[in-house]
């Protein structure tokens, strides 16, 4: 398709174990965003990548949190050893340089 | 202090009548963007105008309207017209073209209910 692609839509999984999000951006969206939003909250920015710079890693939570951008385009972000806080949805945006945001449905995250 | 400060929790508003819905943004950043989004309760998050700081009129989309003040550092949506459907959760959002990067600062929201 044409917009951010995200998988999985949900994932349930028990607490301490690792969880991998993937975020597929439109294609030559150079800019690609991480964000977290709890039930009824806005949004957390978690992390940042534009192009070949080095990430903006400032939102991450603890050192249990990581994200990858293969060859400018996909990224995945990984959860180590989850805890219940880690619930929540997890959305990823990709955009031009000085474009708007285009988001991705999310992924619904539920620790046990 | 916030970057952006949306001090609107919750909103009502009769259908068909105009709503404004206030945001304030803090940068000293010469170039920046503004932006609004629409989150219904099905969770996508929805582009629906933008103002460029350098950008001399106010953005219009449709019934959507920004009303950009510049020196008071606000960006307040206006929906004209309201409709059931406008009933979400709108996020104001402004991104620093500074050197560094293009970082966008989102607001917490504010909770738009249309009544019929």
């Known amino acids: 398709g044409a917009g951010v692609s995200q998988s999985p839509s949900n994932k349930v999984t028990e607490k301490g174990k690792d969880v991998e999000l993937r975020c597929d951006p439109i294609?030559?969206?150079?800019?690609l965003y991480w964000y977290r939003q709890s039930l009824g909250q806005g949004l957390e920015f978690l992390i940042y990548f534009q192009g070949n710079s080095a990430p903006d890693k400032s939102g991450l939570p603890s050192d249990r949190f990581s994200a990858e951008r293969t060859g400018g385009s996909v990224s995945t972000l990984t959860i180590q050893r989850t805890q219940q806080e880690d619930s929540a949805v997890y959305l990823c945006?990709?955009?031009?340089?000085?474009?708007?945001?285009?988001f991705g449905d999310g992924t619904r995250l539920s620790i046990l | 202090a916030q970057k952006i400060t949306q001090t609107q929790p919750g909103m009502f508003v009769q259908e068909k009548e105009a709503v404004t819905l206030d945001c304030t943004y803090d940068t000293s950043d010469p170039s920046y963007g503004l932006f609004w989004y629409k989150q219904p309760s099905s969770g996508e998050m929805i582009f629906l105008i933008y103002q460029g700081s350098y950008d001399q009129q106010n953005a219009t989309e449709g019934r959507y309207s920004l009303n950009f003040q510049k020196a008071r550092k606000s960006a307040n949506l206006v929906i004209s017209a309201s409709q059931l459907g406008d009933s979400a959760m709108y996020f104001c959002?402004?991104?620093?073209?500074?050197?560094?990067?293009?970082?966008?600062?989102f607001g917490t929201g504010t909770s738009l209910t249309v009544i019929p």
């Open positions: 959002a402004m991104r620093e073209n500074s050197n560094t990067g293009n970082q966008f600062y």
């Open positions: 945006a990709s955009s031009l340089l000085r474009g708007s945001q285009h």
């Open positions: 294609s030559g969206h150079t800019a």
